[in-house]
């Protein structure tokens, strides 16, 4: 394992990374758009983009057993090739089937190789990064991944507004060849796991000792699950929801400029993201896990000015502009937290587990998420005229939550120094 931090091996996969999720980013911002652009309906919105959450959901379980036995490189690379190969279709079939039925099938493609993807990328840092650098590393990851998430909105609104869907999908297969050819060159340690038995007996053993983990010798990571799983239910998922409903459809803007302005939002969302993700990098060493859950109330604590504006102005340029900041900073806040949570989880997991343990995080995790999306589109169909109602009830119940994480990670902190003072007694 490299001592230092920029290796050869992992500045390739910093590379990898920029070009792939600025693709992932873009088109995965440009189809559901469309979607919307072409219905009108936040209910179908949210029933497709939900739908879109269930192969990521099933396929991540899938992508951490097979990142623990498998070269990281090449699963990188062959998903990489299979978006591009995605895209193609989808560019191919646009016009001559059912295009719901098409922008459905081709976003559950999409977040399902992004499910099976992610937990090799998170499984990799800790074969080409010291201990040390876990911090660091996965702030680097998470700032690519935001900055991506910035970037790639932003020139996918104006490319979408001004020339249609066509040239956001050429630019996104571009950038998927790109990152395929770009990790062919990096080399993870590997080590051949073992097998007793055919595949399906040696995932469902995988997946029970990972589980067995969660559950009995940590858990604390089961505990932050759940937590997670109550955010992306009630927070993460109402502003995936509300942010271009509110947007094109609410404000009562003009159907391009509303187009750009959601490409701009979005974009903010990536910057918080950006400087969440820098802010981790800087203050590493200052950020404890016993005060994550002041991160969380942050978040929910910024969901409020939402819902007041909307009540109080009339103005669509007022209520995007208090929009746009309280996603900014809920990003900031919730990037802090997600960097410390995966910092967390990869120092107290053992290597050969890491790569199942992330993914059976991701998947219960992302259950929430399609709940979520399908719950607001339909609350928020059914209170038109009274959006704001919807944006308190998410506050009010995410500050809940927030206060409850607060809890569970004080204690643990407690916990965890009366075993350093026992053991040093020992001595």
């Not at 050869?8 to 992932?24: A, E, H, R």
């Not at 502009?321 to 996603?327: D, M």
């Amino acid at each position: 394992m490299n001592q230092k931090l920029f290796s050869k091996d992992f500045t390739l996969v910093v590379i990898g990374q920029i070009i792939s999720l600025f693709g992932n980013a873009t088109i995965r911002f440009a189809l559901p758009l469309y979607l919307l652009n072409l219905t009108g309906s936040s209910a179908l919105y949210g029933t497709v983009t939900a739908c879109a959450f269930i192969p990521a959901i099933l396929l991540s379980p899938i992508g951490g057993i097979v990142a623990d036995r498998v070269n990281k490189r090449n699963i990188m690379v062959i998903l990489d090739f299979f978006t591009a190969a995605v895209i193609i279709t989808f560019s191919l079939l646009m016009n001559g089937t059912n295009l719901i039925l098409l922008l459905t099938i081709t976003l559950m493609l999409l977040y399902g190789i992004a499910g099976a993807y992610q937990p090799s990328v998170q499984a990799s840092i800790p074969a080409l990064i010291h201990q040390d650098h876990f911090m660091a590393a996965n702030s680097i990851i998470n700032t690519i991944s935001s900055f991506s998430s910035l970037t790639g909105p932003v020139l996918g609104g104006v490319l979408y507004s001004a020339y249609g869907l066509t040239p956001v999908l050429r630019v996104c297969t571009v950038c998927f060849i790109m990152s395929a050819v770009m990790e062919l060159f990096i080399q993870i340690p590997f080590r051949r796991q073992t097998s007793d038995g055919g595949i399906l007996k040696t995932a469902r053993t995988d997946f029970a000792d990972s589980i067995c983990f969660i559950r009995k010798e940590k858990p604390v990571i089961g505990k932050a699950v759940l937590v997670i799983c109550g955010i992306n239910l009630f927070l993460a998922a109402m502003i995936t929801v509300a942010l271009p409903y509110l947007i094109t459809e609410v404000l009562n803007l003009e159907a391009s400029q509303a187009n750009r302005l959601y490409g701009f939002a979005e974009g903010a969302l990536a910057a918080g993201g950006l400087a969440g993700g820098i802010g981790a990098g800087i203050f590493a060493d200052k950020l404890s896990i016993h005060k994550s859950g002041n991160l969380v109330i942050a978040c929910a604590a910024c969901v409020f000015p939402m819902s007041v504006s909307l009540v109080l102005f009339s103005s669509a340029i007022i209520n995007y502009v208090v929009i746009t900041i309280c996603c900014f900073v809920i990003m900031v806040f919730s990037t802090l937290f997600t960097v410390q949570m995966i910092s967390f989880m990869q120092t107290e997991t053992p290597q050969k587990l890491i790569g199942k343990v992330i993914a059976v995080i991701l998947t219960v995790s992302m259950c929430a998420q399609p709940l979520g999306n399908t719950f607001y589109g339909i609350l928020f169909e059914i209170c038109r005229g009274c959006e704001y109602a919807v944006v308190l009830f998410s506050g009010v119940v995410s500050l809940m939550i927030a206060i409850n994480t607060r809890n569970i990670f004080k204690s643990f902190s407690a916990e965890e120094n009366e075993t350093h003072v026992q053991a040093g007694k020992l001595f």
